[in-house]
């Protein structure tokens, strides 16, 4: 329950499937609530325009869990079905009240909820402009409904309805953007202790956090150590500056090649660096490295106008049940072999 929460909390994605879940549980109990209002009174063209709400709820919610479920968070039919929902949210709620007893539906405070997922996105603007929807919507059928619209008794009981409208949205859009703004600094925290500040690539703790739960969660990947060779040697004829930047443009090139790849990049520690890379055939993995190596191999570095060029060495092995401490040992040991058979070279273990 505390992990659900955690991710509801800190998670957009987590907090749509709730919504999604809801939608389902609120279509049910307005079938419920107008099923037992329909054997009391029955009116035909209540029960046909219920009848297609309800198909159109239905096709609807299919479609968006499809996306929500399907497609990658930032995609353009994710995004739309996400933050589409609460427009179909008001639309639904704006036809079923009236057809399921108006003032006196039981369905009504659907709205603070409806107000407040619109929030999470728009914040205090949002939660007022949606407030400010609903107030017309529940004022439509208050003055289209109340015998005596004009009374001290009608007009008490409209105003306090407004007014909580409008306070849902308000504070609603407070509380949502000063959460946001707390999790923004929290997250930029979390980024700076999980970040290399020289490369810019994922640090070593970064590294540790992410072997350790691809292992937990059973992934299938490649585990690969890169060394740049010589390292030493620049920094004596070059200066620690001129190997600082040799550092950040290696990091760079791994950015760029693994943008398009299915890995990840960290800086290990000194002039070392680790991919954890999302494969399977050995041969797609040899490719890879081949890309980077001939990256890293053919980039000018710069001092003082002065070109050269570096190499780099790679030992990579695929996770086979080890431990991820024994992983690393493994794969430390190839690339050790890598360095002591010339260096510039990829040394894979064996699949198996």
Known sequence: MNAFLKNAYQSHHALEIIFSSLRWFFLVLSIVVFAVQYVENPVEWKLLLFVLLVLFGFLYMGVSDYYLHKTPEGSKMYVMMT???????????????????????????????????????????????????????????????????????????YSSAVFFLLLIGGLGGIIVSRERQHQSKNSLLVEAANRDYLTNLANHRS?????????????????????????????????????????RQIGEIFTTVLSTKQGKAFRYGGEEFALILYYKEEAEVKELLAEIKQ??????????????HVTMSFGSGNQNGERPDLLVEKVDRLLYIAKNGGRNRIVLAEVG
């Open 83 to 157: 933050k589409g929902g609460p427009f179909f949210d008001f639309v639904a709620f704006s036809a079923l009240v009236p057809l399921t007893g108006g003032l006196e539906s039981p369905l009504f405070p659907l709205a603070y909820l409806i107000i407040l997922h619109v929030a999470v996105y728009w914040r205090f603007l949002g939660g007022m402009i949606a407030a400010g929807f609903f107030t017309l919507v529940y004022s439509i059928i208050f003055f289209l409904q109340a015998e005596d619209a004009t009374s001290i008794h009608s007009m008490i009981n």
């Open 207 to 247: 590294f540790q956090e992410c072997l350790r739960n691809d292992f937990d969660q059973g992934k299938e990947f490649y585990l690969a150590l890169a060394d740049i060779d010589k390292f030493k040697s620049i920094n004596d004829k070059y200066g620690h500056v001129t190997g600082d930047k040799v550092l």
């Open 295 to 308: 990256a890293v191999a053919s980039h000018v570095f710069l001092d003082n106008g002065e070109a050269f």
